[in-house]
């Protein structure tokens, strides 16, 4: 059962909302418009919010889903389904493994491990999001001391998730970290016209 609980994760991860819902909303192919991406930030710059707070939320939600299924079914693999649902989001087979960056994903596997860590890791988002203007930044800031809230919560048996939650989550944006370091880093609002895309 757990080995069948990781592949269904891993699959439910795979599922690429970005890339199905722009086409089902006659908007074309996501991965040629802005940075490629499927996830929600690239699903904005169609100009379609409602399409893109939808993708933001079901990309969330596909994550949350997969860790309680492993809760209900396989309780010790909890947080290995959380692992192959976020590979999944980032890896999809359906789209040849070129998913997105997994910031919402990773935020819903967090809230169904323990949902005050999960509170926490979006309060810190829109606070960085506020004061910067940045939403890879928030992301990065976010997801980066979710390791550090795991282990303060007491959820230190989860920690090693977490870190590996961060490394890939940062490897994926590593062309946006360049882009901070470097001023040229687009921010929430600037069109993909502007500035280079933040994701």
Same mark, same amino acid.
């Given at each position: 059962m757990a080995y069948a609980v990781i592949l269904l994760s891993y699959l439910l991860?795979?599922?690429p909302f970005g890339y199905v819902l722009t086409k089902?909303? $006659?908007? +074309?192919? /996501?991965?040629?418009? $802005?940075? +490629?991406? /499927?996830?929600?930030t690239n699903v904005l710059r169609t100009g379609n919010k409602k399409l893109a707070a939808a993708v933001l939320l079901l990309d969330g939600i596909k994550g949350a889903v997969a860790v309680i299924i492993a809760q209900h079914l396989a309780p010790d693999v909890e947080a290995f389904a959380g692992f192959a649902v976020l590979l999944g989001h980032l890896f999809p087979v359906w789209l040849k493994f070129k998913g997105g960056k997994g910031v919402a994903t990773a935020i819903g596997i967090l809230t169904a491990l323990m949902w005050?860590?999960?509170?926490?890791?979006?309060?810190?988002?829109?606070?960085?999001?506020?004061?910067?203007?940045?939403s890879s930044l928030a992301a990065l800031v976010s997801i980066g001391v979710s390791p550090l809230i795991l282990f303060l919560v007491g959820r230190r048996d989860l920690v090693w998730l977490g870190l590996i939650i961060v490394i890939l989550v940062f490897w994926k944006h590593e062309a946006n970290i360049r882009r901070l370091f470097e001023g040229t880093e687009s921010k929430i609002g600037k069109?993909?016209?502007?500035?280079?895309?933040?994701?």
């Open positions: 991860g795979s599922i089902l909303a $006659g908007l +074309g192919d /996501i991965r040629s418009i $802005g940075s +490629g991406n /499927i996830g929600a005050q860590v999960g509170a926490l890791v979006m309060i810190i988002w829109l606070a960085t999001a506020f004061l910067f203007n940045y069109s993909k016209n502007e500035s280079p895309p933040a994701e």
